[in-house]
Each structure stands twice: as C-alpha cells, then as structure tokens.
C-alpha cells in the first residue's frame, strides 16, 4: 500500500524540481536578440516602416 509523503519530503522534492529547472534553463537573451536582423538593420538605416516616399520619375507620393 502506497504511503502519502510527509511534508518535509513534499518540499524536498519540490525544492530539487526547482533546482532542476534554474540548472537547465536557457540562457537569458539579449536586446540585441529581441530585434530580427532585417529590422536591426532598418533602425540603423533610419528607416520607417511607415514613411512616406516620393516618385522621382512621376512626383507621386505613397507610403512605404
């Protein structure tokens, strides 16, 4: 017949589980990781997902 666990052997178990966790997780990335490279490269390049380009051929004017 199983027995229930005493409390003590309760926390000790959840105390390895946690140590387990905080041994094997991933590295915590960076900034630099949130940002996809094409887009990195746009905020270097002072571009605008939302800016407004003019036709130089035609004078027209749309948004990017």
């Given at each position: 017949?199983?027995?229930?666990?005493s409390e003590d052997?309760?926390?000790?178990?959840?105390?390895?589980?946690e140590r387990?966790?905080?041994?094997?997780a991933p590295?915590?990335?960076t900034?630099?990781?949130?940002?996809g490279?094409?887009?990195?490269?746009?905020?270097?390049?002072?571009?605008?997902a939302?800016g407004?380009v003019?036709?130089s051929?035609?004078?027209e004017r749309?948004?990017s």
């Amino acid at each position: 017949m199983p027995r229930t666990p005493s409390e003590d052997e309760a926390v000790a178990v959840a105390a390895a589980i946690e140590r387990f966790r905080a041994e094997t997780a991933p590295a915590p990335g960076t900034e630099e990781d949130a940002i996809g490279p094409w887009q990195r490269a746009a905020l270097l390049e002072g571009v605008s997902a939302k800016g407004t380009v003019k036709d130089s051929e035609e004078g027209e004017r749309w948004l990017s």
